[in-house]
């Protein structure tokens, strides 16, 4: 039972690069959802989604992109990196839009240079 | 602002205490609350969940507090040990969850 999986562990990108930040679910849970985060601060929400097709912006929407094609896949994609974009993502699930536990994976450290 | 605080930041504590974390929110306009457990360089763990409509939740040795009128939830942890060394974060539900920044606790043995 691998729950929520999230590749890569790490990653450095410079200024400027993209990437897609992977994540994968095996609960059937409708609900996904991308955090990022940053030393003495709560989690923040960066985008989510409710199913399949059907994404929407959290607090920290800007410089991130999601899709939602299939059931189990979730996304987040940097568009052109900055240095403020430096922390640590963790994305996670949930079988319903509230009221039930959110499941996380294990989180990737990205570090821009 | 809907905003969740915890206080302290860190605690450490000798192995056997009963302990108390705590939580504090702005808005009591809540679905719900969560506590979770995180350890270095992983993700958060779901702890206890407690519905608005419920005061508290119990799970082992974890006991879960709700107050909405006040705006606290509290953890009580009881007979702590080593193992129960890492960062606990409270979530309060809105919209969206907000999180609390975390209190990071050492249990010695």
């Known amino acids: 039972n691998a729950g929520v999986t999230q590749t890569p562990k790490f990653q450095v990108l410079k200024t400027g690069q993209s990437m897609t930040l992977q994540c994968a679910q095996d609960m059937n849970h409708e609900y996904m959802s991308w955090y990022r985060q940053d030393p003495g601060m709560g989690l923040r929400l960066i985008h989510y989604s409710v199913g399949a097709g059907i994404t929407d912006q959290g607090e920290v929407p800007n410089g991130y992109n999601v899709s939602r094609s299939t059931t189990e896949d979730f996304p987040l994609r940097l568009l052109s990196a900055a240095p403020s974009q430096t922390s640590v993502y963790f994305c996670a699930s949930r079988q319903t839009r509230v009221n039930s536990p959110l499941h996380f994976g294990n989180g990737t450290r990205l570090t821009v240079t | 602002k809907q905003e969740v605080t915890q206080i302290p930041a860190a605690l450490s504590v000798p192995e056997g205490e009963n302990l108390v974390l705590n939580c504090s929110f702005t808005?009591?306009?809540?679905?719900?609350l969560q506590w979770f457990r995180q350890d270095p360089g992983k993700g958060l763990t779901s702890l206890l969940l407690i519905q608005s409509s419920q005061r508290e939740q119990t799970s082992g040795r974890l006991n879960a507090s709700l107050d909405k009128s006040s705006g606290r939830s509290t953890l009580y942890i009881a007979a702590s040990q080593p193992g129960d060394s890492a960062t606990y974060l409270c979530a309060v539900e809105y919209d969206d969850m907000r999180f609390g920044a975390g209190t990071r606790l050492t249990v010695k043995p």
């Open positions: 808005d009591s306009a809540i679905y719900n």
